[in-house]
């Protein structure tokens, strides 16, 4: 039978997440000592292990069919693979920094300054859309100090926590790219490889659903239960049991991790009681 090659990174910032991932997934890998490749044990799947800026070619030629890695990583390298799926994790932006002593007041300020980048290409292109001339640098690691060492006026780099840049006297001025993981594939999977990917897809989908939703259990006074019932906007039909206690219904019901606390905080002006809050696994819709 085919198996399908998933590329993922080696070691860093996507590599416990992949695994997890792939394991939330309910797919078994045993990573052996050397960690080149592995295959899983209950799903047609075979797992490279590589560098992430080495996985954009490796889709494009086929050495990978599918892979995880950073949408910086993968526009920056403008190879022709399609982007399935963004997995919400190695959350991250690309953006612009400057000394935290220069007064600056917009883009303008930028223009003719030296920046210091890994992403040069994305850094021309967000220059020449806003017209600014760009003097930049491409540098392989440790951007954030270019500036104090004077080989930059300014950097782009990916910051998250924005900690480095705050070490490094710097602040965040322009975000020129919001990205995370996603999976991306090479444009010319087999048909037999595209069933595999979309059942690999079908999981990761059931498995982000499920990331972004609780299951709720109330008990709710009968007089309100409609006004309840309406302001639960998760699945279309709520489970609702009678109680002992015949002025209560259980309810039970799912709601978005985004509107959580303004959904509890309604409910229990309702008059809900004994509100119970519990992940969920998978969702299959
Ligand atoms: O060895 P390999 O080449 O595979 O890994 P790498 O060292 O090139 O990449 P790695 O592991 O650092 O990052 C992999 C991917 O994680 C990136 O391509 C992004 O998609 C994503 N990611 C998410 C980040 C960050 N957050 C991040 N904060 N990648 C890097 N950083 C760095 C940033 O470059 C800066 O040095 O962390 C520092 C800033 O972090 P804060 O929290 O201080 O703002
Ligand atoms: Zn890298």
Redesign the pocket.
Known sequence: MDKLKIAI??????YEDSIKLLKDCSIEINIGIDKLKTTALNFPLEILFL???DIPQYLEDGVADIGIV????LLEKRKKINIKESLGF???RLSIAVPKSLIYKNINDLNGKKIATSYPFLVKKFFRKKCIKSDIHEISGA??IAPGIGLADCIC?????????FMNGLKEVETILK?E?VLAANINLTFSKKIIMNKLLFRIRSVKQAKNNKYILLNAPNKQLQSIISSLPGIKNPVILPLSNSKFSSVHSVINENDFWKIIENLKSLGAKDILVIPIEKIIL
Do not use: F, P
Request: a positive charge; one cysteine or more; glycine letters at 14%.
């Open positions: 990174q080696k070691s860093g910032r996507l560098r992430d800026d950073g949408k910086n990583v190695g959350k991250c951007v954030e780099d990916l910051v998250s926590s924005g900690s480095t840049l990205s993981a």
